[in-house]
Every structure is written in C-alpha cells, then in structure tokens.
C-alpha cells in the first residue's frame, strides 16, 4: 500500500471524525445542545440503518427487486426515495416527538450535524479504516483469507487522490444534512408544511442523481454536481433559517 494511499485514507477518517465534532462545538458556543446532536445521530441509526435496510431486505432480494437492480435508473430512483422518507421521517418525527420542547433554530443545525457527522463516521469513517487494515495486511504479508484477495488488490491499485473524494463526498453530505434539517424543523415548527415532503424529495433527487451520474460520468463530475445541489439547498434552507429566528431561545 503506498504512502500516498495511507494518508489519504487517514485523512478521510480523521474528516469524519473532526469535522461533525468541531461543527457541534462551534454550534455549542451559540446555544447548541449535544443532546440534539446525539438524538441525530441516533435517529438516523434507527431509521437508515435499521428501518431502511429491513426495506431492502424484502424489496431488493424479492422478484422486483431483481427488476430494479437490473436498471441503473430504477435503482436510483428506489434507493433516493427510500433514503428520502426514512431519513426526513426520522428527522420529523424527532423534532415533533423527541426534541417537541426544543424551540430554538439552532437546534436544526446541531441535530443536522450529529445526523450527517454518524453517517460520514459508519458510512466513510469505518470503511477506510477497514481498508487501511487490510491494505497494510496484505501488504505486510499477513493472512488474508484468499476469497477477499482479489477484492484487496483491486483496492491497491485505486490512486491514492480517488480516496479523497469519499472525504469530499461525506462533506457535501453532511452539509446537506443540516440544510434539509432546517427544512423539516421549520415544517414542524411552523405552518409549512410542505417542507417535510420538499425535504424528502430534495434527498431523493441528490441520491438519484449521485448514483445515476455516477454510472456515466467520472467521480469528480458526480461529486461536483452533488456540490452544485447542496449548496443550492443550502442557500434555501439559510432563507428558512434566518426567518425562524422570531422563535425564542430555550432556557
């Protein structure tokens, strides 16, 4: 395993692990609660870890399932909309039920983080440490069961800068993260409640995309084009933000 390789993937795990903590402190500093960002982290434990995968389980491995994983488009369209309502159900259902006494704005942001920051962590963060382990086994010449070899050698030969977009990646996640939790935060919030759906649809629609484009163009131009969608709901979500600011801080 190169060098250049073993930096880029430490630099990823230390990405997703720095930057939701440094977010959430800088949040903390203006009034964000660390139980908001854990409620977060756990929802989307539940919901997309848990939920969402026992929804795969019975879509993906029946007759239709085979259907859809037969076509790039269809499988872009079922996993961002099965991404999209569970995750933003989470999220309404945590503000709604979980976090009902929380009326502050700043509690969007810290619950956005601590969604975002656990899945870049599981998602990216634990995934690379993975592969750093067993690059440097192999490399060293540990034992490496032989049916994974293959897999491993295919992971040596990725250049070490491709690793770093799993790192640009899980920022432009995280960062849409916490624009779609002011969205469905003001939906609870306030009466727009359209926001809820326009969250859900927001989230599908940057999945689709990710894994659509992704199946066509080069990694960067996927990444980029992810970017573009985040910062464009972002610049929404500031909008919502700046006007739930009539809502009283909590005591």
């Given at each position: 395993m190169s060098v250049g390789a073993i930096t880029a993937i430490i630099i990823v795990i230390i990405l997703t692990i720095a930057v939701p903590l440094g977010v959430m402190l800088f949040l903390a500093r203006s009034g964000g609660s660390w139980k908001d960002f854990?409620?977060?982290a756990a929802?989307?434990?539940v919901f997309?870890?848990?939920?969402?995968?026992?929804?795969?389980?019975?879509?993906?491995?029946?007759?239709?399932?085979?259907?859809i994983q037969g076509n790039i488009w269809l499988y872009g369209l079922y996993g961002g909309l099965a991404a999209g309502v569970f995750e933003e159900t989470g999220r309404f259902l945590a503000f709604r039920f979980v976090?009902?006494?929380?009326?502050s704005r700043i509690t969007s942001l810290s619950?956005?983080?601590g969604h975002g920051g656990i899945e870049a962590f599981l998602v990216a963060g634990l995934t690379m440490a993975s592969n750093l382990i067993l690059g440097l086994t192999y490399t060293h010449g540990g034992a490496i069961p032989s049916?994974?070899?293959?897999?491993?050698e295919a992971l040596l030969a990725i250049p070490a800068p491709t690793f770093l977009w799993s790192g640009f990646e899980r920022l432009s996640a995280m960062a849409l993260h916490m624009a779609l939790s002011v969205l469905v935060f003001a939906s609870v919030r306030t009466?727009?409640?359209w926001l809820y759906p326009a969250a859900i649809l927001i989230h599908a629609a940057v999945n689709f995309m990710a894994v659509v484009v992704n199946a066509y163009l080069p990694i960067a131009a996927t990444e980029l084009l992810v970017l573009l969608f985040t910062a464009i709901a972002a610049l929404w979500a500031a909008r919502v933000y700046k006007n739930l600011s009539k809502y009283p801080s909590e005591t």
């Open positions: 854990l409620v977060g929802t989307f434990i997309a870890l848990v939920l969402e995968r026992i929804l795969h389980l019975l879509i993906l491995q029946s007759g239709v399932g085979v259907v976090l009902r006494g929380r009326t619950y956005g983080i049916e994974i070899i293959p897999a491993i009466d727009r409640r």
